[in-house]
Every structure is written in C-alpha cells, then in structure tokens.
C-alpha cells in the first residue's frame, strides 16, 4: 500500500476498501512540507484554550479517520478537486498542552514554514485559540492584513477571562487589534445570542464587522441569502468554528449553541464564496469526546471538502 505517491491523489476505495489503510486526511498520501504540491492538510491538536468542555485536541485523529469516506469530485461544480490539487498530509504541528505561550510559537514557526514554500493549507485544531498563531503568520508573509470569513455560533471578540488573554473566545479580537485581519474585509457567519450582554456586540459594532446572525440566514431564501454575500479579492482566510452547526449536526463541540446552522446551509454558502485567493482555512472546535455517533466529524470532513474545492476554484 503506498504512503508516498507522485501524483498526490487519494488512496483508491476500490483498490483499497475504505476502513482500511493507514489513517491520513483524505487517504492522501504524507509528505514533507518541502515537497512539490499544492495544499497541506495538517492538525493542530491543542485545546488548553477552552473556556468550556475539552477534548479538541483529538480532532486531527477523528478527521483522519472519518475522512476515510471522503470523495473527490464536486458535483455541484462538476469539479474534481485532487485533479486541480495536489494535497497531501504533513501530519500534526507540535504543541506543549500545557503551555500556550510555547504552542503559539510552534504554531507560527510550522504555518511560516508551508508558506515558505508557497503553499495553501487547511488545518485541524484544536481550540479557536490555534487561528490566531496561524493568522500572525499569513500577516508576515503577505504583508497586509487578510480578509477574513469566520463561522461561528459566538463572536470571538470577548474580553480576557480569569487574567488570561488568549483564550479560544478572544482570538478574533486579537487578529483585529493586532493588524492580521481587515474589519472592513470581515465577516462572521452563523453568530446567535444568547450573550452574556449587550455590550458584548460593542467590539464588532465598532470595528463595523459584517455579522450574519443565522436570523438573517433564515428570514430569507438559501438561494436569496447567498446574493448577499460579499466577494473577496485579495489574500483571503477562512477559519470555520464547527459550533456555527447547530448541535443536532454538530453535537461534538465544546460551547454548543442550539439554534444554528445545518450542514447544508453551509454547504450552500461555501459554494456561493466568490474568492480570488483563498490561501489557508481552519476547522475548529471539534471535540471528538462529545461525537458519540461521528456526525461531527463527518460535517468537518464535509467543510474541509467544500474548503479544498474553493481553493481549487481560486487557484
Ligand atoms: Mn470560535
Ligand atoms: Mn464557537
């Protein structure tokens, strides 16, 4: 069975049934970052940013294997994504789960080596913590703060909590303060109450944020919702938090919040994105402890899927 492929294309499920095999995402073969392709898929299995229910930091093992099931071609846009990219596995970036200061480090120094090498990357937290090391280093290597399209049942632009700054309910407050992100060039996608209170919307209202609570997904059309959607030209980012599925799609979560999306509707707005250049994405907040049926698992496979194919589309 080949680890290593020159063709960068998934293990075949007809050479090879599909619950066997080693566990790589997309059974695509592993590679070294200096390696010729296109995208890297890797995790980040760190959550010692939670404020809630643990157990991110198995979301890479969970993936890998429910990707398993994983397919390549897009019917929608009659796209065969591992035609247009060549993917492969680089595995995990190394953290210290008990410290946050060091894993930031070992997060921006592992994103600034792919991009060394001009290459896309979709990762696997992790807590939402994780995006803002990633983040540092996308704003290092193009120069100017990135458009940024962020899924998400809660804002993330919350106050410190227990002296602590960087915990998963701040980064986006941090990618703002901190140049990565363009405010103007934002949105968040999914956002419901309740908040812990009003002036919670202070931040986003200041920075006129683009906020799509899932009100105003649902006072309209799927088809009538995604006309408003914004294009992005520019280097673009999209930091998908799995909790902006409502917990019946999406029950292995560490904050879950009722009232959300389905996976459809997500499917439906990731199709719609028009983005020149969409250079990384992250899938967060997946906490396989609390995914008793794999559901959870499967949506973030399904997101990295639609992920790999606007990356495909972009390129
Ligand atoms: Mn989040
Ligand atoms: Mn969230």
Redesign the pocket.
Known sequence: MPLMNEEYKPLSGREFPRFSGIKTFFRLPIADVTDKFDVALFGIPYDGGVSYRPGARFAPSLVREVSSLGRGFHMTRALSVFDKLKAADVGDCSVVPIDQTQTYEKIEKFVTKILSTDKKFISVGGD?STTLPVLRALKKKYGVPLNFIHF?A?L?TYPAAWGCEYH?GAFARHAVEEGLVNPAQMLQIGIRGPLAAGSDLDFVNKHKITVKTVDDIRNTTISDFVKTLPSFKGPTYISY?IDCLDPAFAPGTGTPVPGGLTTYEVQRIMRAFKIENLVGADI??LSPPYDSSQITGLAAVDAMFELLCLMGESK
Request: aromatic fraction near 0%.
């Open positions: 939402h998400d809660h993330d998963h938090d967060v907040e």
